[in-house]
Every structure is written in C-alpha cells, then in structure tokens.
C-alpha cells in the first residue's frame, strides 16, 4: 500500500513523465521487444510505426498514477482498455514484465533524478494499477466463457463472403466454422480478428455491423494506407490475400462503446467514412427494437466513390418515418452531382448540427480524431452535456479524457 506522501511523490513524476514521454516509451518498446519478442505477436506493428501506441499505453500509466487516489473516476476508461486487453489477450502475466521495462526506461532516460525512493514508490503505484486491470480483465475472461455461446481466446471462423462496399472497403461476413451459435453483442462492439502473416500473429479490431443474434459477424476492412505509401499490414492482407472460404480467427465481442437501450431520449448517430460501421448496428438495433424512438443520423464521406451501405442505410431509413437521416459528401466530382446519392456539400459543421440535433439527444459519433474532435467541440459549445457524448476512436486512445 501508498501512504499519502507516496502517492505525491509519485505524482510528482507524472509532469516530466509527460515531458519526455517520448523518449520513455521509445526506450521502452525498444528494450521490451528485444528481450520479449513473443509480445510482438500481441502488439500492434503499424501503432508502433507511427507512435501512436507509444504514446497510449505509457500516458494511461501515468494518468493513472496521477488518478492513484481515485481510480474510480477513471473508471469508465479502464473498462474501454480492459475489453481491448481481453480481445488482444492480454494475461496477467504480461504486467510485470510490461512494468519492469517501463520502471527501467524511466530510470535510463531520467537518470539522478529518480531516486531509489521514488524507484520504490513507482514500482508500488504500478503494482496496484496492474492488480486492478487484472482483476478486471480476469472478470471479463471469465464473462465470455460463461456468457451463453460464449468463448475465450480464439475461435475460427469460416469468410462466408466478401462485399466491396465502396472505394477500399471490404465487408467480411464470417461464420464460426464450428457451426455453433454465437453470443449476442450490444450493437457498437467489436472484435479482434488475428491472422498470421510472415512470423507474426497480427491483431486487429472491427466493430460489428449487423443487428446482434444473427448467425455470422459482420465486420468493415477499410484498407489502410498513409502518406508515405506504406499500406496497412492486415488491412491489405484482408483486402487482396483472404477469399470466401478463407479461415481468420477472432475474439469474443467487447467494448463498451454501445447503445444505451434503456433511454427514451432522441438519438443522433454520426458518424465518418469507416466510423459509420458501429453505428449501423445501432441503426438496425433501433430501428427493430425501438421503432418510436427519434434517430438522426449523419454519415460523412469523401464522395460517391467512398459513400459504403449507401443502399443498406437508404432502406433502413426510408422505411418509416424514424431516421431523419442526411449524408454529406466533402468534395462530390462530377459524376456525383450527375447521379446525386447526397444530401450536403462539406462537412457536417456547428451551424447543421445547431439545427439539428435536439438539446436532450444522446450522441454517438465514430470517426477519425479530428472529425471526432470537431463535432464534440460544436455540440458541447451548443450546450450538450459532456455525458449525452460517446465516441469511439479508431485507433488508440491517447488519452483518459479527450479522444
Ligand atoms: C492498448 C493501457 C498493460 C498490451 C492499450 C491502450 C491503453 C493501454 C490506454 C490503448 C487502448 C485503445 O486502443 O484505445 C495499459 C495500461 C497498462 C497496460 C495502463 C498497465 C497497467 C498492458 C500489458 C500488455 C498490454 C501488460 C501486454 C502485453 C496492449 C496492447 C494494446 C494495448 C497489445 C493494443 C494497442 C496496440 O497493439 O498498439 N493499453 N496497458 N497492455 N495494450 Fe495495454
């Protein structure tokens, strides 16, 4: 345990954690991966070519040693990282090693300044944020074996199809090749699929697509690429190597980015380019289970070329009049102007969501960071409440609070 001048000494760190964060979390998975190289069939190669994650699990350590007196506030973010954990697979095992190689990089990278005092309080602080993930994650092992049809770890399943959905976006429909049921899900979770390719296991999440209690999982694959031309590991491999027919692997659905089924209140859904997949599961669940309920949905894409479900959600929507629903095109070519298939030009901005978007609805918005960004900024500056907001980013999360 931590006395009180424990906990601010250890927090005493946490700023010049921060400051030279980048450093840390180099040296870090540096040292890590080459005494440990079996975690890199865990970790997420692309993440670490960008930074990203180095960024992520590092700054929540630290977060939480700054919150170390109050591990409930953070709750909420400890179950978004736990799920994540348990469709990675990540045991019990895995936090020392992963707290002795930051204790270690800290020490290296900071030097005199971290005292064997300071050694020890950090060594504790992470030992009890370790020891409440693990209990935790060990909880939700244990909810997706017991859960009805439910599994832990792996299970196979069978490619049944393949739909292009628009430009670099695949759907996969996959059926468990066990022919067995498969456990209901709330409708915005997701899954890791893991394939192996070269000598590695790689692990990637999709968020499901369908109504839940269907017979196979749907997921999205948007191929990945960036502007230095390297295109996604797995992306590109579900893209031009998997067929119909085609074994993957995958994990028991989590998250806790999901449909509150239990409000009354308006519902928006808005979401971008592959961030629409999670909310077009709620879209079916709403549109089956609460048929009185008010949607507005917004979906946001490139242009025609990129406009992925476009027959799918017109018919869900058309069908009654619940779904107002509007989609914008950022920059529409030619051929789209000629054809239509939209309802606004540029970006879903303050000034349509003001118009919009009832001062009592809960919002589910899905996207890239800075759309995300963006719409959390108009909507709370329009007088929304930070609890009627969820949001899931595709990619790691950077931080407790902002996405
Ligand atoms: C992801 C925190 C321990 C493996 C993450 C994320 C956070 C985090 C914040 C990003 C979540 C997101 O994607 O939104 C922590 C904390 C830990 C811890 C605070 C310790 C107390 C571990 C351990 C492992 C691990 C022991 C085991 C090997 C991973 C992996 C990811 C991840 C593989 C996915 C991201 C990627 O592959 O780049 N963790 N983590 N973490 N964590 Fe942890």
């Known amino acids: 345990t931590l006395s009180t001048e424990d906990i601010a000494l250890a927090k005493s760190l946490v700023p010049v954690l921060k400051e030279r964060g980048k450093e840390i979390t180099s040296r870090f998975y540096a040292t890590l991966f080459r005494d440990h190289p079996e975690l890199l069939n865990i970790f997420n190669h692309s993440n670490q070519r960008d930074g990203l994650q180095q960024q992520a699990l590092a700054t929540s350590v630290y977060e939480a040693v700054a919150n170390l007196d109050n591990l409930e506030a953070i709750l909420p973010v400890v179950m978004h990282i736990a799920y994540k954990h348990r469709s990675l697979g ?6 020392p090693i992963v707290g002795d190689y930051l204790t270690k990089a800290i020490q290296e990278v900071l030097g005199n300044i971290v005292t064997p005092q300071i050694v020890s309080v950090w060594t504790r602080a992470y030992a009890i944020i370790a020891k409440t993930f693990i209990q935790i994650e060990r909880d939700l092992y244990q909810e997706g074996e017991e859960q009805e049809a ?9 490619v049944k199809h393949k739909v292009s959905e628009g430009e670099g976006l695949q759907a996969l429909y996959l059926e468990p090749e066990d022919g067995g049921p498969l456990p209901y899900y709330k409708p915005g979770q997701y899954i890791s699929v893991r394939v192996k ?4 296991d790689h692990l990637r999440q ?22 230095d031309g390297i295109i996604g590991t797995v992306s590109s491999y579900l893209h031009q190597k998997i067929k119909e027919g085609d074994i993957l692997e995958a994990s028991i659905p989590g998250g806790v980015f999901t449909l509150d089924q239990s409000s009354q209140r308006p519902v928006a859904l808005l979401g971008a380019g592959i961030g629409i997949t999670p909310l077009l599961s709620m879209l079916y669940t709403l549109r089956t289970e609460a048929p009185e309920r008010e949607v507005i949905m917004a979906q946001a894409v490139r242009d025609g070329r990129y406009h992925s479900f476009a027959a799918e959600i017109k018919r869900l929507c058309g069908e009654s009049g ?9 920059k529409p070519n030619d051929e789209d102007r000629r054809v239509g298939g939209f309802d606004r030009e540029g970006r879903i901005d303050e000034g349509w969501l003001r118009e919009h978007i009832p001062a009592n609805a809960e919002v589910y918005i899905c996207g890239p960071r800075g759309f995300m960004q963006g719409i959390i900024t108009a909507l709370l500056s329009n007088g929304l409440k930070a609890e009627q907001l969820h949001y899931e980013v595709f990619g790691p999360a950077l931080s407790f609070s902002v996405p």
Do not use: A
């Open 322 to 330: 619940q779904v107002m629903s509007t989609i914008f095109y950022e």
């Open 197 to 200: 390719i070269g000598k590695y």
């Open 150 to 158: 439910g599994w832990s770890g792996f299970r196979r399943f069978v």
């Open 206 to 227: 999709y968020s499901l697509i369908d109504m839940p209690g269907k017979s196979y999982y749907r997921i999205g694959v948007k191929l990945e690429g960036s502007e």
């Open 90 to 95: 990540v045991m019990p095992e895995h936090y």
